[in-house]
């Protein structure tokens, strides 16, 4: 089958992983394709992830803002290139006119990364009532994350979706992240928390940065590594006055599997999620997860066996939680360590491709 991701960039980002692994897994035993409608960066993470066997393809867009010539570009794409089978992952404005056309010859599948009603914002809201009748219909196969997103999109939508957890490939640790984790690890029991995600409203990062002011106030050896684009200049504005030693921006990377593998702890105090991707990339290399219990986190994380979960998103509960986990014993710490390992095994890629292909041939 000859199959095609598409997506408006590939930079670095949750979405942009689960495509870049879906895709990698995928081209083990299928043609497949990923475009960009952007022209890709420099810094587009995944787009140089890709397997060198995966065709791709760019539609060259530089400028921001929807344009109607992206319609027609995706549509000639997808009908010169005789795909079988197109992901779409979001942005659905540029996608409707070769749904329309071509759904007899092509099946599309649609994946909500998210809450649908968090992603049902801008162009998506107002074309809700077209992608509501092409869910219904199923000119579009629709796929949720996590039982949390194919709630939402039930509730939402008011008809089914194919529910694919999401995944993972198993990372190859490289001995270069630990020299960087070694840096800030400043005696023998230094903890280090990672906060892998985009400076974005969802990630909750003041209150994240708030929690550990308290903690280094409180006398506890911690330091916490932030590392993510920054998309939203007023949070950045608000959190860089705590940055000093302890509390460290490390800017995007490409390379959070491997600082995760030598930390202590991933801290994720989000207001929403879908179903993380730094998340099961933690469980992959047994890092412990400390997280809010929002989203597809509570399908993963069950607190106190792999992982902690605090009693909500605000400073005090995160505060609680993160005191809990300091106080840890080396014994439970490392069970947790095992259990994490363990809790992976339903999250490996090979299963999340297997479904979404599985899908998609349906008749």
Known sequence: ????????????????????????????????????????????????????????????????GFSIKEIWAVYR????EKFDIVYLHGFIQYYLLAVILLCRRVKFCYTVHSDAFKENVGWSKKLFKIKRFLFAHKWIVPITISNASQNSFTNLYNCSSELIFNGVAKPKIKIEASE???????????????????ITEAKNQLVLCKTIKHLIDDGEDVVLLIAGANQDQQIFDSIEPYFNDRIVYLGERNDIPNLMSYSD?????????????????????????????????????????????????????????????????IEDVKDMQQRCLQSFELYDITNTAREYIRVASQK
Not at 77 to 80: E, G, H, M, P
Not at 180 to 196: C, V
């Open 77 to 80: 794409l997808i009908k010169k």
């Open 265 to 329: 702890a991933l801290c994720l105090p989000s207001i929403w999620e879908g179903l993380p991707v730094v998340l099961l990339e933690a469980l992959s290399v047994g890092c412990v997860p400390i997280c809010s219990p929002v989203g597809g986190i509570v399908d993963v994380v069950k607190s106190g066996v792999n992982g902690l979960l605090s009693e909500s998103s605000d400073e005090n509960d995160f505060y609680n939680v993160m005191k809990k986990f300091i106080s840890l014993s």
């Open 1 to 64: 089958m000859k199959i095609l991701h598409i997506h408006p960039s590939m930079a670095g980002g949750g979405c942009e992983a689960i495509i870049c692994s879906l895709a990698n897994e995928m081209v083990k035993t299928q043609d497949v394709s990923v475009c960009s409608i952007f022209k890709p960066k420099d810094t587009d993470v995944f787009w140089f992830k890709l397997n060198t066997d995966i065709k791709k393809y760019t539609l060259g867009k530089q400028n921001k």
């Open 180 to 198: 960087l984790i070694q840096k800030y690890r400043y005696t023998p029991k230094t903890k280090i928390l990672i906060h892998p995600g985009r």
